[in-house]
């Protein structure tokens, strides 16, 4: 077989072997090997979308891709790929586009080779049996249920509105029951477009393994080889006149589902601007029109109290054709001033066009940092990897695969002009996403059903427009002080194998006032750090209304800052504080050369702060609308919302923190001085608690901690004043349930006699969801096990390694109950618990919960059949997961810093559980699961109820054949259910 080879240009930091090779079936691959990974992964791009799903079938692409997942000739099982990947510590997924369609997957890297084994079969032999078909329509159709209330869904769909009625950009791509479930041989379309469309010649493929080059190429040639080609080329579009230009310019009103106010300003360009990669012409402009910092259309806004936040970018973009967007989210006071907003942005416009002769200082500035950034580019996720590469290959020159999308190489005054000639008012759509249009719509779009209007812009405001005058706040961006210079390294490289040493950060700060450990990074020889702090303060969960006070104080700093914080982000450095139960988070990292000095000025600026009336304002209205908006999340998000306001204590309901906002009933009763002084106590009076970790010197660390005390002079709390969370002790109950026989060759058998003395129960929350027009019900059910050891997070998380693809393969691909099936272990607080979760658009939720209960029971009868070579593969996979080192370099401070969060400092968490599942058999996991899921059950379930459902279903008994009924305990209202329980200690 004819190979040809191509050797790429990588990152200096990046010390794997690589190799790219063209097949003779004309398949492009790209082959990562790399010796330290703890991940293989694969991604193949087929060059191939929704825009070239037949006219008759919308959403035909997609649901091929979800057929693929289904079955195919040498792997004929439904579940044989899902179950090979997960049951080896991997992940799979695949995601449909305009233009392309990704299938990739990740895995312990000894399993490579039989995970490419089956992966491959997708694209030679699908069965697409007529019994799945039928069935996965249901899986498609529950997705663009779940869809439908999103409101970036919608305003894309908007935008397929403005194109001509028979452009392929009007196609709807996901596709539902009505444009899948009628249509006549529905298998044979299938098997169609696959012989059609899915030719090696525009496919992409890349692998990463720990295998060397020599073995992934031969693996490579095995598997791939015999992908058919039919020589096509990947397909073509019409560039131009997708939307009529007579049209334009017009303003589309539209009704958002939650309580947005953005204006989205777009500009359809001729063409796209991806051929030009190495001048970048797109991407200088969108840092332009988007920069935050000094002289910029935001911080104009945002003085004025008009906008918190814009973003440029660009809306569509594919191989044919470019939208670029400024999305500006408004402020109330800024819907009143809509058309001066556009007017400062089309002022910036004229400023840059007229600017343009004297940028080459900003391009060069952008073009060193992309440099930068590349030669010290950070090792990525495997799985984020190989659809990043499997792009490229499609779009750019094999060779140039890692730099180009990343590295800026040449000004081009001459296409940049292009670009911003194209921005003027005469070519612009701007979509105006506000409440106040629900009773001016006249149009429905047919498929997410997003009411909107289309109205004209008048003459005078486009000659405004046109002709604008000049702003003096506005300027092209100035210099950026925070661009690094000294790269030097003060720390041998060992790599990931220092790991295997178990030395972990150390104290070098043990204080009432501060605990913060430290490590220098010896693993990835990167001149970056990273910097995370804990300021734990009694104050700022007290009360509902002081952690809306806190939480105004934090994005007021994160407001007032942005000057400073935008152009360092520019530079790598970047920030960010987060408000939580315990008080605040702040991370600061990026290249070590200027972060201390980065820091420092962080900090002098919060021990100063001050709020500014105008910003207060724009904050105050911004997190309101965010609070009221959070009740419009989807069902089963607002679920883990649900179990936590129903279980911890304190615990703070989101609409608690709505009426945080009110005083006396006034609505925005807050006032400046209560944010500045609750704000001033959540860095003055608290537990400060640390990690340092990367390029930085244990000397200069120490410098900094010193720098904190003297900067917020910070008092201690007592331990007494720590804000812990407590967990509901649920009572334990011993429902009619499968008994274990333990006699003489009976360890495989089970009874259902049950307990008859002990009564049955569980506790259940029923609710309404809070968007009245969302047709999604969900159900979860909670199973707690109690609180954190080693030993039971070692039996839970085998339970949820072996629950995991049969119960997905059960409730979603074989009943079709909806498209999202979630099951986890997760922690409140200090105590574990197991969930399992359905989101239907169909299904009520009781139903749901009776298949939930139903798997259960029959899984419980398949583990104690399992053979114990089974329940040790299992475990073997939690192990490999447990015993997989973080790879990049901004994973492991990450993990170091959960488990001096979660666990004190207790780093060693990992190697206790190993331990812990090492001496495992499969009696152990039996008895377990017993024991959570039937003979001392500690249940909640949580039922929420979409439109069309009724919240007034009798819960019947649950799960399977018994004469006991089971009594429901209702939880009607949490505070009064909290106060009535026993509490989980404190650890």
Not at 221 to 232: D, T
Not at 377 to 391: C, D
Not at 547 to 556: D, Q, T, W
Not at 614 to 625: D, G, H, N, P, W
Request: proline letters at 5%; one cysteine or more; hydrophobic letters at 35%.
């Amino acid at each position: 077989m004819t190979v040809q080879y191509i050797v790429p240009t990588i990152s200096p930091q990046d010390k794997r072997d690589h190799k790219c090779i063209i097949l003779e079936n004309g398949l492009k691959v790209s082959l990562i090997s790399d010796r330290e990974c703890t991940k293989a992964a694969a991604c193949m791009n087929v060059h191939v979308g929704a825009l070239s799903d037949p006219d008759d079938i919308p959403g035909l692409a997609h649901f091929l891709e979800h057929m693929l997942f289904l079955g195919t000739e040498k792997f004929p099982s439904e579940t044989e790929y899902s179950s090979y990947i997960q049951g080896h510590s991997g992940r799979k997924n695949a995601s449909t586009g305009p233009e392309e369609t990704n299938y990739y997957f990740d895995i312990d890297p000894n399993f490579l080779y039989g995970a490419l084994e089956r992966f491959s079969q997708f694209f030679t032999c699908p069965l697409f049996t007529e019994s799945a078909t039928s069935r996965e329509i249901n899986a498609v159709d529950s997705e663009h249920s779940k869809n439908i209330q999103e409101d970036s869904r919608r305003f894309h769909a908007l935008f397929r509105e403005l194109c001509k009625p028979h452009h392929p950009l009007r196609k709807f791509a996901t596709g539902n029951l009505e444009t899948l479930g009628n249509v006549e041989n529905l298998r044979q379309r299938l098997l169609d477009f696959h012989k059609t469309y899915y030719s090696a010649s525009i496919m992409s493929l890349c692998i990463i393994g720990k295998n060397d080059l020599q073995t992934l190429e031969k693996w490579v040639l095995e598997f791939f080889a015999s992908i058919v080609s039919n020589g096509r080329s990947k397909p073509v579009f019409q560039g131009s006149g997708y939307i009529e230009k007579e049209s334009l310019p017009l303003r589309v009103l539209n009704p958002p589902v939650k309580n947005w106010r953005s204006l989205y300003l777009l500009w359809p360009l001729k063409k796209s601007y991806k051929e030009f990669w190495r001048e970048k012409p797109d991407g200088f402009i969108t840092h332009l029109l988007g920069h935050e910092g000094n002289g910029s259309v935001l911080s104009c806004l945002r003085k004025r109290g008009w906008a918190n936040d814009l973003n440029a970018g660009f809306f569509k973009e594919c191989t044919f054709y470019s939208v670029l967007s400024c999305q500006i989210q408004i402020t109330e006071k800024g819907f009143e001033h809509k058309d001066e907003i556009v007017r400062l942005v089309f002022q910036y416009i004229k400023l840059m066009v007229e600017g343009l002769n004297h940028s080459e200082w900003i391009y060069n500035e952008v073009k060193k940092m992309s440099e930068i950034s590349f030669r010290f580019l950070e090792k990525k996720e495997p799985i984020e990897e190989v659809q990043t590469v499997t792009e490229k290959l499609l779009r750019f020159p094999t060779e140039e695969i890692f730099r180009a999308g990343s590295v800026y190489f040449q000004f081009s005054q001459e296409l940049i002009l292009e670009i911003l000639n194209q921005l003027t008012p005469d070519n612009l759509i701007i979509y105006d996403i506000n409440k106040h249009w629900e009773d001016k719509t006249n149009q429905m779009e047919r498929w997410l059903q997003a009411p909107y209007a289309i109205e004209k812009i008048s003459g005078s405001v486009l000659d405004s427009w046109r002709s604008p005058q000049k702003c003096e706040e506005l300027f092209l961006r100035e210099r950026n002080p925070f661009i690094p210079d000294d790269f030097t390294l003060f720390f041998p490289h060992e790599g990931l194998k220092w790991l295997d040493r178990k030395e972990y950060p150390h104290l070098i700060a043990d204080t009432p006032q501060m605990k913060c450990y430290y490590q220098g990074d010896v693993v990835f020889a990167q001149p970056r750090a990273q910097i995370r702090l804990q300021f734990t303060s009694p104050y700022t969960y007290a009360s509902p209304r002081t952690f809306i006070l806190a939480h105004i104080g934090i994005e007021i700093i994160q407001d007032q800052m942005n000057t400073m914080l935008y152009p360092a982000s520019l530079a790598g450095l970047h920030s960010s504080l987060e408000l939580t139960r315990e008080g605040v988070q702040m991370v600061l990292k990026g290249f070590n050369d200027k972060l201390c000095v980065f820091a420092k000025k962080f900090l002098e600026f919060i021990a100063n702060f001050k709020v500014d009336a105008t910003t207060f304002s724009v904050i105050v209205e911004k997190l309101y609308r965010k609070y009221q908006d959070a009740d419009f999340k989807q069902p089963y998000i607002l679920t883990n919302s649900q179990i936590l306001d129903s279980l911890a204590t304190p615990r703070w309901s989101n609409k608690d923190k709505v009426d945080g906002f009110q005083k006396s009933g006034e609505l925005f009763s807050i006032t400046i001085e209560e944010v500045e002084n609750i704000t001033k106590l959540a860095f003055s009076e608290v537990l400060i608690e640390g990690l340092v970790y990367g390029n930085i010197k244990e000397s200069d660390c120490k410098n900094m901690l010193q720098d904190i005390l003297t900067i917020l002079k910070p008092k201690p709390i007592l331990p007494s004043q720590y804000p812990f969370a407590r967990i509901v002790k649920l009572s334990p109950y011993s429902r009619q349930h499968p008994q274990i026989k333990h006699g003489e060759n009976e360890s495989n058998s089970i009874n259902y006699n049950g307990n008859k003395k002990q009564k049955s129960g569980y506790y259940l929350r029923k609710i309404v969801v809070p968007n009245p027009d969302d047709t999604n019900s969900s159900t979860y059910c909670v199973y707690v096990v109690g609180t954190e050891s080693s030993l039971r997070r070692a039996l839970l998380d085998v339970v949820v390694q072996l629950v995991f693809e049969p119960s997905f393969s059960q409730l979603r691909t074989k009943e079709q109950l909806g498209y999202v099936v979630q099951r986890s272990n997760f922690l409140l607080g200090n105590v574990m618990a197991f969930k399992i979760g359905v989101q239907s658009g169909t299904k009520e939720p009781v139903f749901l919960e009776t298949r939930i209960e139903n798997f259960l029971l029959t899984f419980f009868e398949t583990l104690v059949n399992m053979p114990e070579e089974n329940i040790q593969s299992a475990i073997q996979s939690v192990i490999t997961k447990r015993e997989e080192k973080p790879h990049t370099f901004s994973k492991l401070p990450k993990k170091y810093w959960s488990q001096i969060i979660e666990n004190h400092g207790n780093f060693s968490r990992d190697v206790d559980e190993v331990e812990h599942l090492k001496t495992l058999k499969k009696k152990d996991i039996v008895e377990f699961y017993h024991k959570i899921f039937f003979a001392k059950m500690r249940k909640l379930t949580v039922q929420m109820y979409g439109k069309g459902k009724s919240i007034d279903e009798v819960n019947e008994p649950i799960g399977f054949d018994i004469n006991e009924k089971a009594i429901v305990k209702v939880i009607n209202d949490c505070t009064k259910f909290k106060n009535s329980m026993k509490l989980y200690p404190v650890v």
